[in-house]
């Protein structure tokens, strides 16, 4: 009997570790094609989703720029993805991402934030 119990105990946990794996090869796999390598991934607090980015710098800009994707684990998709231009970007709150970045098209280079819910793919720009 205890045996039995020993045996459903290693099936149950060992499918609950294939599940976490099998997202995390599709979003190492996905990070790896986009960015090749030095990139970072910052679960959101419920662990429901990931932020992916890198961070570069051209030789003309003063402040690095970040490309970025959020990743949905249990769809196993992309949210959403951006590059900003001297920018950054980081989890707001459980279900949003606040960027920000220059915006070299206009006259006075101004900043440009905008926050981005991943729930309802709704992007507010704030300034």
């Not at 060992?14 to 099998?22: A, E, V």
């Not at 960015?35 to 980015?53: D, H, Q, R």
């Not at 951006?82 to 920000?100: C, Y």
């Amino acid at each position: 009997m205890k045996l039995h119990l020993s045996i459903m105990i290693l099936i149950l946990f060992g499918c609950q570790n294939l599940g976490k794996s099998d997202y995390q090869e599709s979003l190492n796999s996905l990070a790896i094609e986009r960015f090749k390598k030095n990139y970072e991934v910052i679960p959101n607090e419920t662990n429901e989703y990931s932020l992916v980015f890198k961070r570069f710098k051209k030789m003309e800009e003063l402040l690095s720029s970040v490309s970025y994707f959020v990743y949905d684990h249990k769809k196993k998709n992309v949210v959403i993805q951006d590059t900003l231009s001297s920018g950054s970007v980081k989890w707001h709150s459980s279900n949003e991402v606040i960027a920000n970045f220059k915006d070299h098209s206009s006259t006075d280079k101004r900043s440009v934030v905008y926050k981005y819910d991943v729930k309802t793919r709704e992007k507010q720009i704030l300034n």
